[in-house]
């Protein structure tokens, strides 16, 4: 979904400038599962999709169980993937997805724009 503006000359145009240039649009995916569901959906993720997971704790203030929180950055076309991946292993996980401006590291853009490193 890039638009560009005609110029006079007939070529292409100024971009927006805020808008990121050549990839599909990033999320960024929320999972909270079962403390002993927590490994067997990152491996899931690591070994399906490729991408990393970061683990966090939390404790359900309705149930007062601890859970674990799973956040792993992908693209929107790994989403049914991601989604294939948890309903086999935990059903009753709560999966929150949401967009993400910019995500930088490993697997997405680089971090830095130094060409030298």
Known sequence: MRREIACASGGKG???WLYPEHHRPQLLAFI???RERSVEIS???INGLKRGVTEMSGKGMY???DRAILMCALTVTEVNNLKSIIVKIDPTAF???SNAYEILGRGFQPLSTDKTE
């Open 14 to 16: 100024v971009r927006a």
């Open 32 to 34: 909270i599962t079962k």
């Open 63 to 65: 149930t007062g169980e």
């Open 95 to 97: 999966v929150a997805t």
């Open 43 to 45: 491996q899931g993720i």
